[in-house]
């Protein structure tokens, strides 16, 4: 009896853990390390009325509005700050388009965010929690989500559009300056997922933005859309800079003196993408997954992994995404 009850009471705490519903958040424990997690949430975000008063022209000033926003007294605490490295294309399947995206790093915490916002495109974003620092600890649970909204790396939209951040090692950054609202690296990808159906109205979006880099880290945007529409925006001396392309590393792709610049091993991963997609005519989500596996850091160093593989299938709207190279094992969520 007495061990029938411990049984009980463990496979009670294993599905506590594994499925929490709290507020209507919808939050599930991914991995037994607990260093990967899924989270849903539906309702106000705030992100209208954070527009509405400007912006933010830090990562602190973001947390300063949500804070404020959600009643908890929160600290920016300390914001990862080391290199990442990433590789993204798009190419055509069978009935659409598919993006791919490897997001390398060193070992981190990575969320999963599925949200509904109140006004705003349905959406599924990923978030590497150590690069918001201590914010995600120091909230409850129910609260997490609206941290995570503010922070994505990545995402697709229920219309089909993807937006990703790849890094660039260049000692520039990005403030610009001028009579608009204000946004960072995460809440640019934020407005992009909520508020643009395609790659043309992304860019528009970003135009009538000035945006200030997170951390001082110099970045380049991927977007693209369900039409085939792909496009690498980059910043020139904070002047916007546009590049249709269908692969995008770590270099910067804008034509004259900063052409090229960035690691040697991104134009490497670019050379390896570019030989693959010029040769298959249409990829399946496997296949995709399988090109990403080719680029991603065990084939390059054994210091940094590539945390997560993800493949937007961006015509029936699937996100599938490998953990730490373990490209035995996808999850897969549908954002119809």
């Not at 499925?19 to 958040?25: A, E």
């Not at 849903?40 to 830090?58: I, P």
């Not at 990923?126 to 609206?146: A, C, R, W």
């Amino acid at each position: 009896m007495k061990k029938s009850l411990i049984m009980f009471l463990a496979l009670v705490s294993i599905i506590a853990l594994t499925l929490l519903i709290i507020n209507n958040v919808k939050a599930e424990f991914m991995d037994k390390n607990n260093d990967l997690f899924y989270y849903e949430k539906d309702g106000n975000f705030y992100f209208d009325e954070y527009l509405e008063q400007g912006g933010a022209k830090s990562d602190g000033q973001v947390v300063e509005f949500l804070a404020k926003k959600i009643g908890k007294n929160i600290d920016i605490g300390n914001i990862a700050s080391n290199v990442f490295a990433c590789s993204t294309f798009q190419v055509k399947s069978e009935n659409g388009y598919l993006t791919g995206r490897n997001f390398d790093f060193t070992r981190c915490k990575v969320a999963i965010l599925k949200a509904i916002p109140k006004n705003g495109y349905k959406s599924i974003s990923t978030i590497d929690i150590d690069f918001i620092g201590s914010i995600y600890n120091l909230v409850p649970e129910e609260l997490k989500p609206y941290v995570l909204y503010y922070a994505p790396l990545d995402g697709m939209n229920e219309k089909g559009l993807v937006v990703a951040v790849n890094m660039i090692e260049d000692s520039d950054s990005i403030e610009q300056s001028s009579n608009k609202n204000d946004i960072t690296t995460t809440t640019a990808i934020r407005l992009l997922l909520d508020k643009a159906s395609n790659t043309d109205e992304a860019i528009e979006l970003l135009k009538k933005n000035n945006l200030h880099a997170s951390k001082n880290m110099m970045v380049h945007f991927f977007i693209s859309d369900a039409s085939g529409k792909s496009v690498a925006v980059e910043y020139i001396n904070n002047e916007m800079s546009i590049v249709e392309t269908k692969i995008l590393t770590n270099y910067y792709l804008t034509e004259g003196k900063k052409y090229g610049i960035g690691t040697q091993e991104s134009h490497e991963r670019y050379n390896i993408l570019n030989t693959n997609i010029l040769q298959t005519k249409n990829y399946k989500i496997d296949e995709a997954m399988n090109l990403l596996s080719e680029v991603s850091k065990k084939n390059f160093t054994i210091f940094v992994t590539t945390e997560w593989s993800i493949v937007f299938d961006q015509s029936n709207l699937t996100y599938n995404l490998c953990h730490r190279e373990n490209y035995s094992k996808t999850y897969t969520y549908d954002l119809r």
